[in-house]
């Protein structure tokens, strides 16, 4: 039997707190509970946060960890959130989120990770420091498993090690777009018993020549490519992709641990204009056909986009990241660490909707704090 991960409330505690105890009046798993607990109800900012805490009487306060019945001001959120050690809290919440993986079992053919970054805009054009995150999420779960924050000056490829060997690889599919496509990349991900699915574009323009080059001969018994395309609708729009592949350059060393090449046709048709826009990529991967034919091809590049349409484009138009202007210490980071822990929570409580979740929950607060593994104590 599967052992069944730590409720959230335990995490917390599990956090070392950097405050002395002379003058402190809240524990840091008390702060973070209530923060918790108030995104999950759709309060977006620390000042938020602060009054969602006294909205709901002192028998909350109490259960959340506050003793007195009292919660913290806005300015208590500001001056604990701005030294949090940030990276040791990404450290646990990704060993929660590990347990979240571990309890489900092992994904048929692989759990696929994707990889991305994301700039926090608001806090960037304040000043803020470290404001673009590279993070990795459970494309099967939703859940962000951990953060890196990319130093000014710098960009993702310098700080993907990094975020790669905070995570398990062995036995994982990485998903990544072009930017992330690199030798060393696909060479550390393979030596750590993983495999990779990677764009190529014009930022290999060598290697995208060569795909470009495979693709336009004709296919036939010695260049056999296999097929696969999906075709959806909705929204006003058709949307058609057709996946090819090739292992025509197996082990020619164009690549670390290279077994499969792909090239992917999308074509968007507006249903009310008719008018078509079409896109080609190419890609490679270290699976091979018998591991990812096609189809598991195609599926594998869609799911990458869960980490944009799932996580990124939530914690901007629920959470109005974009907007925020928080710039001090580390809040940014800290902020953006609990928005991600607030949408794994509800995808793996199986809510698609995450702003209508969050409505619900604002009308039943305790709900929230069930969630994190606080359950109302009755007389």
């Not at 923060?35 to 009487?57: T, V």
């Amino acid at each position: 039997m599967v052992a069944q991960p730590r409720p959230l409330i335990e995490v917390f505690a599990d956090l070392p707190d950097f405050r002395s105890p002379q003058g402190k009046r809240y524990e840091l798993k008390a702060i973070l509970a209530l923060a918790c607990s108030a995104m999950l109800c759709g309060y977006r900012s620390y000042g938020a946060i602060s009054q969602w805490g006294r909205n709901y009487g002192q028998e909350l306060a109490r259960v959340l960890g506050f003793k007195t019945g009292k919660t913290p001001c806005a300015a208590t959120f500001n001056a604990i959130f701005r030294q949090l050690d940030w990276a040791q809290f990404e450290t646990k919440l990704n060993q929660w989120a590990e347990e979240v993986l571990s309890r489900l079992g092992q994904s048929e053919g692989g759990e696929a990770i994707s990889l991305d970054g994301k700039t926090l805009r608001g806090s960037r054009k304040q000043g803020a420091k470290s404001a673009h995150l590279l993070s990795a999420l459970s494309a099967r779960l939703g859940v962000t498993l951990l953060q890196q924050a990319v130093e000014a000056k710098t960009n993702e490829i310098g700080q993907v090690s990094d975020l790669l060997n905070g995570l398990v690889m062995e036995g994982r599919i990485f998903t990544m777009d072009a930017l992330l496509t690199q030798e060393k990349v696909a060479e550390q991900i393979v030596q750590g018993g993983g495999d990779y699915v990677m764009i190529v574009k014009g930022n290999q323009p060598s290697l995208q020549a060569t795909l470009a080059a495979l693709f336009e001969m004709p296919s036939g018994s010695l260049l056999e490519r296999p097929c696969a395309q999906t075709l959806d609708q909705g929204h006003g729009r058709i949307e058609q992709r057709r996946i090819e592949c090739s292992t025509s350059l197996t082990g020619y060393g164009y690549w670390p641990g290279l077994e499969q090449v792909f090239r992917l046709e999308r074509t968007v048709t507006t249903k009310k204009t008719e008018q078509q826009r079409a896109e080609v990529v190419y890609g490679m991967t270290s699976l091979t056909p018998k591991r990812a034919d096609a189809s598991r091809l195609l599926s594998l590049v869609r799911g990458h986009w869960a980490i944009e349409n799932g996580s990124h484009w939530v914690r901007d138009v629920t959470f109005d990241e974009d907007r925020s202007q928080v710039r001090v210490g580390n809040i940014p980071q800290v902020m953006a660490s609990l928005r991600n822990l607030v949408i794994g929570l509800l995808r793996q409580a199986g809510e698609t909707n995450i702003a209508a979740a969050c409505r619900r929950m604002a009308a039943q607060p305790w709900s929230a704090l069930a969630m994190i593994g606080i359950t109302q104590k009755t007389e």
